[in-house]
């Protein structure tokens, strides 16, 4: 059975020419969608489609961008069909996964999304240096500071108060008061050693 995937993305675009297209190239059914591709979960008739089809269909869009937003995003899929069994054809770009070309460009297709994948990790590790060499902070802000962090030592000290009522005075949990009083004291070991 042919499967067609027709997709443009806004409302105000027509899928006419797609789904004649797919039409005269044999899909008994086409699955519409009016979705910006930018992501694979929000296209639900894509991922209607993709669970639709079954061993020895076709499923079939008129070009690659019309199912992908990106060479990962396409193998990905293909990597879905390819494992049911499903043969993938772009009408209007020859490819074809059923050929030994389409089998050939599906592994380029491979090395390329990985090559992707592996530039994309370089380029956040690179965003993630240069920000930490302008101090930039990441993850949760900080419940407490450092002056309420030596407040709450001096709390301790006295001896009037639990950790359980200290914790409730500065709007912490308990287990969040002791972290920080751990860090501070380590901070404070590391930082004598190092003088």
């Known amino acids: 059975m042919k499967i067609g995937y027709a997709r443009v993305s806004s409302r105000g675009q027509n899928l006419e020419a797609q789904i004649e297209i797919l039409t005269r190239a ?23 489609a993709l669970d639709y089809v079954r061993e020895g269909d076709t499923f079939l869009v008129t070009r690659l961008d019309r ?37 050939l460009m599906m592994g380029l297709l491979a090395v390329i999304a990985e090559f992707e994948t592996d530039l994309r990790a370089e380029r956040q590790a690179e965003g993630i240096k240069s920000a930490l060499a302008r101090g930039v902070k990441f993850g949760a802000k900080r419940k407490m500071t450092d002056e309420q962090v030596v407040g709450v030592m001096e709390l301790q000290k006295t001896g009037e108060y639990s950790n359980q009522q200290i914790a409730d005075r500065f709007g912490v949990g ?19 050693m190092n003088t």
Do not use: H, M, P
């Not at 199912?67 to 490819?95: H, M």
């Not at 972290?179 to 590391?190: C, D, F, M, Q, S």
């Open 67 to 103: 199912c992908s937003r990106n060479t990962l995003d396409l193998y990905k899929i293909l990597e879905l069909l390819n494992s049911k069994k499903v043969s993938f054809k772009a009408t209007e770009q020859e490819f074809d996964t059923s050929t030994s070309t389409g089998k």
């Open 26 to 48: 044999g899909c008994e059914k086409i699955f519409e969608e009016k979705k910006s591709a930018t992501s694979l979960t929000s296209r639900k008739e894509l991922e209607s």
């Open 174 to 192: 308990r287990s969040t008061l002791l972290r920080y009083i751990g860090e501070w004291k380590k901070l404070k070991v590391t930082k004598e």
